[in-house]
């Protein structure tokens, strides 16, 4: 169970933020709620190095904006091409933070103004749908911006502290494979106490996952490989024969032939020809 250990509070444009810090048995966290006038409370949550990352891209989004011309609400409320639904979102600028887990962050507008559109995704957008999402407005980027590092400041031991934490650590990339309708995803995720590997089971419909921390990572591969031999003496599995390299197509072959004759066409040519200049330089001499 997560203990908090501070609590900043915003108030901006009707809407609330919360953002605490939190304790667990992996560690410490923040974590930002928005409560909106409606009563309705989404949050997502960020380690100290992905919330010095996302001050930064929100100071970065500030000064894009000012660059752009002035909010015009009629040219941002463009609908779907159906022209069914509520009007679209224009993307202004968007990156990817790929840490921990995978976040984007999105300068968006629309008739009521500009914001910013911060999703926590499923590792690789694997189910193409985003877990949980904030939006910030305009006016909130250099307040929120501020709490953070000062939530960072406090706990997380600093801007500089933490990038060093968070470049110490090199990961492999994720691997997959596809059998029948299912996918299988490895990861592997660093956080606060340590690195896991996260073994993903990803259906049309339905999606689990395990998660192996790093000490017990090389006893559960010792335990899968026993679990391996032991079927196949059972005769469970089969191992399946390596494939015999394709012969290739006749046309490829008819290709390759016609090209290899007119190499040797030009080679004898040329042969030919030095053997007629040089019985002429012999007659000359």
Known sequence: MSQILKTETLDVG?????????ENDRGKFINVAELNNRGQRSHIVLSFGTAVEVTDLL??????VKSLPDHDPEAASRREPSGRGRPMDNVLKSETLDREWVYLVELKENRFGR????????????????????????DAFHQLGETLMKLVDEFGGGR???ERQEAFIRTPESASFRTGNKMFYFDVIPTSRGVNLCVSD????????????DRAVLRFRDMINDYVDK???????????SRRPRRPSKVLRRM?????K???????????????????LYMVL
């Open 14 to 22: 009707g809407k609330r933020y919360y953002i605490d810090v939190k």
């Open 59 to 64: 100071t970065d989004f500030e000064e894009t």
């Open 115 to 138: 914001f910013a559109h911060i999703g926590l995704q499923t590792r690789r957008n694997r189910m193409q749908d985003v877990r949980s999402r904030i939006a910030v407005p305009l």
């Open 160 to 162: 500089d502290n933490t």
């Open 202 to 213: 990803v259906r049309p419909t339905f999606r689990t996952a395990i998660v192996i921390p």
């Open 231 to 241: 079927m196949e003496k059972m005769g469970i599995i089969r191992r399946r024969p």
């Open 256 to 260: 390759v032939t016609t090209e290899w």
């Open 262 to 280: 007119s190499i040797t066409h030009v080679a004898r040519m040329k042969e030919q020809t030095f053997r007629d200049t040089s019985f002429e």
